[in-house]
């Protein structure tokens, strides 16, 4: 098997869907001998920010000299970007290989009828980066839950801690239509007598984890212990310069990660790296702080090009696209074009009225997945911004249009999920050839 037949397979799994539930990742785990309890880890969930995070506490332990296992989705461009081991994504025969070696495992498995299902691809690629993670002997895996927490086939580690970002209203299809609901999804990452360390501003939500952490007495830290714990010094081009106070010591850290929401995040980072140099191995403050600002991440305010200026952003729900604003509103005067593109189950409307506003133009379009909205269908619920509304059906065609909207000092930011990110990132080079 080589790497394209490997991710036709993978895509084949997609027809499974999402799928909550241990059972499967259990049952496949086992008969890989468990690779999951080789290596420690630190799980890290969250309705936003939790990618950011791992890439913040990744770098921060590499910079020790351990060998870091990252494990994050989704992808903007190639599937091998999920697994990685200290910035190094997992290499093409490697992926082949292991997915060759784990596929005839599980059809061993449902032959036997040991297993009833086949894998969904977030199961599948689990068991893979495990399996990748043991086999590479990582001192620490970084771990990011997919979706929810609770019945995540992530959770199906024992880490040294758990960590949770932020708590908002995002697929609520699975996960429940309250703060409180989320909240209980996401605490299920919470596990017995081990820390979790949460970010959590939310006062419905932070009540919600507090008790969970109290019923299976595990330590609680709060990132914000209080609500000045984290002040802005200054702007540093478009980065941001922060002061942060946690049990007594001031911290100064300008994070790599552009926005004002990033200093929480790298907040979060800074509290589980002390919480790990206390149960697991001494981190150095001077290598925390330096983690924080030179860590990568891409697709997150991400400068693509400087002329014409280009910043995607994978903001997909309230939230994040709230952080987006805030960005537009102190770093970028005149925004010339906003290209958006969304999920159709997402509160497309409750997100235009954030983000379209300061937008000269704004260009809607599709980025091929089954559950994207078109652009029609966005239009139709975006009422007061259809004047300066285009409908461009692709997004290399939404790119060549933005192109021709703007010069070279104008401005383009295309947000509203990371798989039109990861377009965007495929084909602004063949746009700039042009």
């Known amino acids: 098997m080589n790497f394209r037949e490997a991710t036709l397979y993978l895509d084949s799994l997609q027809l499974f869907g999402i799928k909550f539930g241990l059972d499967n990742i259990r049952i496949i785990l086992k008969a890989l001998d468990n690779p ?30 351990y060998k870091v296992g990252l494990y994050t989705s989704p992808h903007l461009v190639s599937v091998r970007e999920r697994i990685k081991i200290n910035d190094q ?32 691809y977030f199961e599948f690629l689990t068991a893979l980066a495990f399996t990748y ?5 990582i001192d620490l895996g970084v771990i990011e839950v997919g979706l929810g927490g609770r019945y ?67 330590p609680l830290v709060k990132v914000m212990e209080q609500k000045d ?26 994070p790599s990660l552009l926005g004002h929401h990033q200093g929480l995040n790298a907040a ?26 030179v860590a990568h991440w891409e697709g997150r305010l991400e400068i693509l090009s400087e002329e014409p200026l280009v910043i995607i952003d994978g903001a997909h729900n309230p939230s994040g696209i709230k952080a987006l604003r805030k960005f537009i509103d102190e770093f970028l005067p005149s925004l010339d074009v906003l290209i958006f593109a969304c999920m159709r189950d997402k509160r497309i409307a409750e997100m235009a009225e954030i983000v379209f506003p300061p937008a000269k133009n704004i260009i809607l379009t599709r980025f091929p ?8 269908e966005i239009y139709q619920r975006v009422g007061v911004f259809q004047e300066k509304i285009i409908m461009v059906p692709e997004v ?16 383009i930011v295309a947000a509203g999920s990371l798989y039109l990110v990861g377009e965007v990132k495929k084909y602004w080079p063949l746009v700039e050839k042009r």
């Open 229 to 254: 714990s984290l002040r802005i010094l200054n702007r540093k081009g478009f980065k941001t310069e922060f002061k942060f106070i946690w049990r007594g010591e001031e911290y100064t850290f300008t």
């Open 89 to 120: 994504l997992i290499s093409e025969e490697d992926f082949a290989k292991l997915t060759a070696f784990l596929k005839k495992r599980i059809d061993e498995l449902i032959v036997a009828g040991k297993l009833l299902t086949p894998p969904t």
């Open 268 to 293: 979060c980072a800074l509290v589980v790296a002390d919480i790990l140099s206390r149960i697991w191995r001494p981190l150095e403050r001077s290598k925390i702080v330096a983690g924080l600002e």
């Open 36 to 65: 999951q309890d080789s290596f420690a880890s630190v799980l890290i969930g969250g309705t936003n920010g939790k990618g950011s995070v791992c890439a913040f506490l990744s770098k921060i332990v590499s910079l020790h000299g």
């Open 369 to 376: 997945y089954h559950r994207s909205a078109f652009p029609q």
């Open 396 to 411: 290399f065609q939404a790119l060549q249009k933005a192109r021709e909207i703007v010069s070279s000092r104008g401005i």
């Open 152 to 218: 995540d086939a992530t959770n199906i580690l024992e880490p040294l801690c758990s960590v949770i970002t932020s708590i908002g209203l995002d697929h609520e299809k699975y996960l429940g239509s309250t703060l409180a609901q989320i909240a209980g999804e996401k605490g299920g990452i919470i596990k017995s007598g081990r820390p979790v360390i949460t970010a959590v501003t939310a006062e419905e939500a932070d009540l919600c984890l507090q008790q969970k952490a109290a019923e299976v007495k595990a």
């Open 133 to 137: 993670f043991a086999h590479q002997k």
